[in-house]
Structures are given as C-alpha cells and as structure tokens.
T-cell receptor, first 114, second 111 residues
C-alpha cells in the first residue's frame, strides 16, 4: 500500500510568487491534514479535511493560504503571494474515518522563499 | 495555549535504556501520540495512549498519567538507528483529531 505522497519535495521561490503544494493521501483515508514546521519551531497544525469538506482551518496563518480537496482525494495548498516567513517544511497527513486514529505523514515539502 | 513540553536533546549509549518525558496541560485532553522522525523524513507513528498506564510495543513503551499531564517514551536496547527526533503530540477537546506537537527531543545514540 502506497503511503502519503507530497509534491514537490523542495521548492525555492521568490517573495511575491505563488506556489502550490500537493498531497496524495493513503487511498481510502477520509481525513487529510496539513501541518507546517518553521525552522526551529514545533510542527503546527494548519487545517483538516474530512473528504472534501474543511473541518477545521483554525491553524491557517492568513488569507494568503488556500487549501482545497476537490473530490475528496488529493489536496493542494496554495500560497499566494509568498512571504519570507512562509519558509518551512509543509507536511501532509492522512487517517481513516472514525475516532482518533494514527495519522500517517508524508515526507513533506521544503519551501524556501527568498 | 496548550503547551507541550519535552527536553530538547538527550544522549545515550548503544544498548542502554532512555526515557523521554513529555508534559502537557490536562484541560480537555483526549490522547497522546509519540512519533519518531529521522532528519529529512516523515514522522512515523510509534504509540498512542488514551488511558493511564503503560503500552508496550517491542523495544518501545509509552506511559501516560492523565491526572498528572505526563507521559514518557521508553526506549530499550538502544541501537544507533534510534538516533532521531521523538515528537510528543496531544489531541484535545471534542474536535477532529488535530495534533498539537511539542518541539521534539533529539536523541543521539553513541557507540
């Protein structure tokens, strides 16, 4: 069974540009989460999808971040326009439907904004 | 906020036992996870505790005291490959399982 995959693995963009990160969860997992780790800090929650619905987006930093999960399969996270403080590693995780269950993490996308 | 505290770094010797502690605020607590993360890789699930007591899984065990807001991860028979960051993460409230992470403990295992 394939794990959670993320694309790209690395992205270097200039301040003001747009970047779109993609996450493919484990097949059949209704729950999909986005997290971010800024250098030197802990991993922080961004948002949570259940199928195609945003269940909790309390961690989204501001309206420059837009997450979608059309069709309830893969998800994208767009940053527009990117700022220097957006640099970090963006993780995606997925879990099965139901009560609290382990979340399977992808390898992350390392975003560098210059 | 919901502070999750764990030591920043630890060192241990191959073959030894190490205990990594984690404390958290008890209000609204649901459950506690431990993840292992090697540099540049995805965090991987180690254990989940929701009730008080010890959960054993091979060389790794995790303990929880809900009333004290305390957990530890115990690693036995340490191997060089156990050098990694160990992340304590908690779920709170009646919400939808978002993980609140501590900053992680970097463990270095020496020969």
């Amino acid at each position: 069974e394939a794990g959670v995959t993320q694309f790209p693995s690395h992205s270097v963009i200039e301040k003001g540009q747009t970047v779109t990160l993609r996450c493919d969860p484990i097949s059949g997992h209704d729950n999909l989460y986005w997290y971010r780790r800024v250098m030197g800090k802990e991993i922080k929650f961004l948002l949570h999808f259940v199928k195609e619905s945003k269940q909790d987006e309390s961690g989204m930093p501001n309206n420059r971040f837009l997450a979608e999960r059309t069709g309830g399969t893969y998800s994208t996270l767009k940053v527009q326009p990117a700022e220097l403080e957006d640099s970090g590693v963006y993780f995606c995780a997925s879990s099965q439907a139901g009560t609290v269950l382990e979340q399977y993490f992808g390898p992350g996308t390392r975003l560098t904004v210059t | 906020g919901q502070n999750i505290d764990q030591p920043t770094e630890m060192t241990a010797t191959e073959g030894a036992i190490v205990q990594i502690n984690c404390t958290y605020q008890t209000s609204g607590f649901n459950g506690l996870f431990w993840y292992q993360q090697h540099a540049g890789e995805a965090p991987t699930f180690l254990s989940y505790n929701v009730l008080d007591g010890l959960e054993e899984k091979g060389r790794f065990s995790s303990f929880l005291s809900r009333s004290k807001g305390y957990s530890y991860l115990l690693l036995k028979e340490l191997q060089m490959k156990d050098s990694a960051s160990y992340l304590c993460a908690v779920t709170f409230g009646g919400g939808y399982n978002k993980l609140i992470f501590g900053a992680g403990t970097r463990l270095a295992v020496h020969p």
